[in-house]
């Protein structure tokens, strides 16, 4: 990766992240073996799919949408109402990673991408198991 270059502009800006996080929800949404974190979400997605595209955006270095909107993220607290352990942190992963090949995120960038989400997705577990 280029370290003069933020993820964001890496991956493309705004229109790749709205599409990353389209397709990480279109996954979630419609196959069988994402249902374990399908459930801990409103059946209307369109509220998540806007957060993350908003969070994502400056989590990736580039505007710090969802902050100038809500605030600080305070991500661990806002997830702390659900239960996740592992299986659902892998379960997020996946899904997230099915959607970078998807759009076709690849080489150092998806695997750089892939180590980071782990690290936020990891934090976040509540559970030991």
């Not at 059946?43 to 902050?67: C, H, I, M, N, V």
Request: charged share 30%.
């Amino acid at each position: 990766m280029n370290a003069r270059q933020a993820p964001y502009e890496l991956l493309g800006g705004d229109p790749k992240v709205r599409e990353l996080v389209t397709r990480f929800y279109d996954l979630m949404d419609a196959e069988p073996g994402f249902a374990g974190i399908r459930r801990l979400h409103k059946p209307d997605l369109s509220q998540a799919r806007e957060k993350l595209t908003l969070f994502l955006s400056g989590w990736l270095g580039g505007p710090q949408l969802y902050t100038e909107r809500f605030g600080h993220p305070m991500l661990r607290a806002r997830h702390l109402p659900f239960s996740i352990g592992v299986a659902e942190r892998d379960l997020w992963l996946a899904c997230m990673d099915r959607a970078m090949q998807e759009i076709a995120v690849e080489g150092e960038l998806r695997r750089s991408l892939r180590d980071a989400f782990f690290k936020t997705a990891d934090w976040m577990r509540n559970r030991d198991v």
